[in-house]
């Protein structure tokens, strides 16, 4: 039947003239030269057909609208939509269970038809990118987002109809939905932790039912506060503050018991499957369900500390920490929303009349937990275990709305990567997968069930990159903004947090100032139900934040350490590199470390500018010191250079992150053959090109780079020189006391302690050296 009536709409398609299609695609309405009003009325009956096989996936669409779409708007609609909604008609009627077998034809056909008439017509291009379908689930909520230059009006509000989910928005509300045998209890797994001990033993009813007094948000907001220092087998080191007495160190458990984890079912059966991957055969005969790693993470976790892991990296156990903080964000979700549904049944038990202040059990707004990450292929991977967690340990599948279409927008194509592209294993392990970093989805979760693309005010997890938020939050003084959703946010995880050093911080910044705030508009909460530190806006004490990173870094502590209030105390994970990367230079190289002097982390950028010009600059700009490779980390300081260099007419090409693909290739040549004395090139160029320079014959390290194994890599270049060149080749690094923690990945600990607080200011290594 599918294949039938998808070969009808072909048909009535295929009858319009290329000039008809255009029209219609433009604007949206039927030609003025198509005007045939006759008898011969089939047609549209033909497509009114159509649209009642696609009854299940439109059915909120038609509550909607009373009027009926007229046959050109159902014509525009096949035009101008991606396969992504032929997709997701496909994938709602499969959840629903309706017509299932026909609908799965009938969009195939149609996507075969959409194809044929694309070429027909390629003068325009109607495909537009994912987020634009992507943000509609939040325009119900935010109205229009600002800043999108991308965004077709017509379209965006066929988008935003598409995705009102208005038969699973009453499947997943908290409002009306029970739990009878619960009772509210948002306790563990099964019978073993029913006993009312337990329960009160419960982390998340430790954390949530705490009540703080004034002067104990009073001494947290102090800048005073004690701290201790001890050492875990799989952390090592960590240094656990507290600025309230009664939440000090947290002791590692040697041995987990799943039973006493407090785990909210399925998880505690679900998660040893799931995590068998990454269980070693020695493990496994212990019958232990983590990793050492993740066992004393997830300790840490569960006592709803704020976390900071700097060693986190996508090559070794990137995945393994994802599982367990997924683990933990769902666990605290599905015992939130246990603990709502069981009170709606009290509630709707009790007598008439009588006010109980005990049902106080959730937020000023709905999302619970925020995780941010940089890229779709992270979010993919992060659904990927919510939906494996939940369904492992029943033999049926659990309902997920919108599953095609996440795949189709969140996935990748393997055809698409170049064939030959050579790169190393680390670059790999980072950029695989759907790189593209705009996005966010609002996630639902309900006993066994989870909603895809929900509202944000309907979801209970959200899952952005920094820009998708950013471009919702919003600047001051903007008409359309919004942030109310990031009021009540419990658990904020931020992970792989220096891939953003790479995109843009600020957007992480801006995220922080906004979130915990008290909202602009109510949005249908009952008061009666909101806990008493988010009505005093206290959320941001009792918000638990998890932060994991490959390095140390003087932003993201700064993060960790001003954007941060638990109450619980912070546990960061503190182990000093013993040996840096300059033991991993082959070449063999002379590499002159040049301290500067500044008064502050402020006035060092302009001390390291003139520092370069005055003192290092002119020792370079003799011809016989060509092929200068100059690496910059910061693009403002790349932007100062290229400009103070373009002034005094010097002999240089430059590359950055916004250089064209023909730019690059002339200024690789011009230096390669000498034609150009210098080349500036930023970290972020090297960051998401990785591309080999060959004919460096002196580095200078405008400052040192934020990844250490980049000093290496960049090091590692100079052997494309050529042997015969070696003897000539230099290298010179500036550093300041404000480098502390760059100079001790790059060289050391110890010889970065004594380089800090020498009197010298020249120091010297010789790396490659034959014995």
């Known amino acids: 039947m599918g294949k039938r009536k998808a070969g009808r709409q072909q048909q009535l398609i295929s009858s319009l003239s290329k000039k008809q299609k255009k029209h219609l695609k433009d604007f949206g309405e039927e030609h003025p030269f198509y005007d045939r009003v006759s008898g011969k009325e089939k047609p549209t009956q033909i497509c009114e057909l159509t649209e009642t096989s696609e009854q299940s996936s439109s059915e909120s669409d038609t509550e909607n609208d009373s009027e009926e779409a007229s046959v050109y708007h159902k014509l525009l609609a096949t035009l101008k939509t991606a396969p992504y909604s032929d997709s997701e008609d496909d994938e709602d009627e499969s959840e629903g269970g309706s017509n299932k077998g026909d609908a799965e034809v009938g969009s195939d056909e149609d996507e075969e038809g959409e194809g044929e008439m694309e070429d027909e017509d390629n003068d325009s291009n109607a495909a537009h990118p994912p987020e634009s379908d992507q943000e509609a689930p939040l325009q119900k909520n935010s109205q229009e987002e600002p800043g999108d230059p991308e965004a077709s009006s017509d379209l965006k509000h066929e988008a935003t109809e598409e995705f009102t989910d208005v038969q699973h928005e009453s499947e997943f509300s908290l409002e009306t939905n029970f739990i009878e045998e619960e009772c509210g209890d948002p306790s563990a797994d099964g019978k073993e932790n029913s006993g009312s001990a337990d329960i009160a033993k419960d982390p998340f009813k430790c954390h949530v039912d705490e009540e703080l007094e004034e002067k104990q948000i009073e001494k947290i907001l102090a800048c005073s506060k004690s701290t201790y220092q001890v050492k875990w087998p799989a952390l090592g080191q960590l240094v656990f503050s507290s600025k309230l007495e009664k939440f000090g160190m947290v002791k590692a458990d040697k041995e987990v018991d799943l039973k006493r984890l407090h785990l909210r079912k399925p998880l505690g059966s679900a998660w040893p499957k799931v995590n068998s991957p990454f269980l070693s055969k020695q493990v496994k005969s212990k019958d232990q369900p983590f990793t050492p790693l993740q066992k004393e993470l997830f300790c840490i976790m569960n006592s709803y500390k704020d976390l900071f892991y700097p060693e986190r990296t996508a090559l070794s156990n990137g995945e393994e920490v994802r599982q367990v903080y997924c683990l933990h964000a769902l666990n605290h979700v599905l015992k939130a929303n246990a603990q709502v549904l069981g009170n709606n049944a009290k509630r709707r038990d009790q007598k008439p009349g009588t006010d109980d202040d005990s049902f106080r059990d959730q937020g000023l707004t709905r999302p619970k937990v925020l995780i941010v990450v940089p890229f779709r292929e992270s979010a993919l991977r ?221 006035s060092v950028i302009d001390a390291r500018f003139h520092f370069f010009i005055e003192r290092v600059l002119p020792e370079y700009r003799d011809a016989v010191m060509s092929h200068t490779l100059i690496y910059v980390p910061s693009y403002f300081d790349y932007v100062r250079l290229r400009n103070y260099f373009k002034k005094e007419e010097l002999s240089f090409v430059h590359m950055c992150e916004y250089t064209s693909k023909s730019g690059i290739s002339r200024a690789r040549q011009f230096f390669l053959k000498g034609a150009k004395q210098f080349l500036i090139f930023t970290e972020r160029f090297h960051f998401y090109k990785r591309y080999s320079i060959r004919g460096i014959q002196n580095l200078i390290f405008y400052e040192l780079p934020t990844y250490p194994h980049f000093y290496s890599e960049v090091c590692n270049m100079m052997k494309l020189a050529g042997s015969e060149e070696e003897a000539t080749l230099t290298c010179t690094v500036l550093y300041s006391k404000y480098d502390a923690q760059k100079v001790a990945a790059v060289v050391g600990v110890d010889r970065a302690a004594q380089m800090l607080q020498s009197s010298k200011n020249v120091h010297l290594f010789v790396t490659g050296e034959t014995e």
């Open 382 to 602: 992060v659904v990927q275990i919510f939906i494996s967690l939940l369904e492992s340990t029943s033999q049926k599948k659990i309902d997920v709305s919108n599953k095609k279409r996440f795949k189709g927008e969140f996935g990748s194509d393997p055809e698409e990567k170049p064939p030959n592209l050579k790169r190393p294993e680390d670059y790999e392990a980072v950029f695989a997968g759907n790189i593209d970093d705009h996005f966010r989805l609002g996630v639902s979760v309900l006993q066994k069930s989870i909603r895809l693309y929900a509202p944000f005010y309907s979801s209970d997890i959200i899952i952005a990159s920094p820009l998708g938020l950013r471009t919702v939050i919003g600047a001051e003084g903007e008409n359309k903004r919004d942030y109310d959703f990031l009021s009540s946010i419990e658990i904020l995880i931020i992970d792989e947090a220096d891939i953003y050093l790479m995109q843009n911080w600020e957007h992480v910044l801006h995220l922080m100032n906004h979130i915990n705030l008290l909202p602009l508009e109510s949005h249908g909460v009952d008061f009666s139900r909101v806990r008493m530190f988010s009505l005093n806006n206290w959320s941001k004490y009792y918000r638990q934040t998890l932060l994991f990173s490959s390095l140390q870094d003087p932003q993201i502590n700064s993060i960790f350490n001003k954007h941060c209030f638990n109450y619980r105390g912070q546990v960061a994970v503190r182990n000093v590199p013993l040996k840096g990367s300059i033991s991993h230079v082959v070449v063999q190289l002379p590499h002159v470390f040049r301290k500067l002097e500044a008064e502050n982390s402020v």
